[in-house]
């Protein structure tokens, strides 16, 4: 049974730093896309990173400021965001992909799997 738990957010003062965790369970990481999406209320979901066979993506919003990394030994990806900003607030959710083309990364419908999502909250 595919699943994915997402965990690591909270409440952060701006400038201040959180790791989101997704945590992978019935298949392996490396047989597959995972992405960090992320939904601010009443706005679209964005897509925020990307790691896939030693690529890695970047929304521009997030370039510099985040790192996405895998372990695949916890089969877990982390993402490190630093410097965090009041419009980083939103719903963070990770998603498992398969054949995704590099250029629709940020697609949400190539995504069949999502984790249910972790709250973070930029605020002073």
């Known amino acids: 049974d595919v699943q994915l738990q997402a965990s690591g957010g909270g409440l952060v003062q701006p400038g201040g730093s959180l790791r989101l965790s997704c945590v992978a369970s019935?298949?392996?990481?490396?047989?597959?896309?995972i992405v960090w999406f992320r939904q601010a209320p009443g706005k679209e979901r964005e897509g925020v990173s990307y790691i896939n066979v030693g690529r890695k993506f970047y929304a521009d919003s997030v370039k510099g400021r985040s790192t996405i990394s895998r372990d695949n030994a916890k089969n877990t990806v982390y993402l490190q965001m630093n410097n965090l900003k009041p419009e980083d607030t939103a719903v963070y959710y990770c998603?498992?992909?398969?054949?995704?083309?590099?250029?629709?990364?940020?697609?949400?419908?190539?995504?069949?799997?999502w984790g249910q999502g972790t709250q973070v909250t930029v605020s002073s």
């Open positions: 019935g298949f392996a990481l490396d047989d597959y896309a």
């Open positions: 998603g498992r992909g398969a054949r995704v083309p590099f250029s629709l990364w940020r697609d949400p419908t190539y995504y069949a799997n």
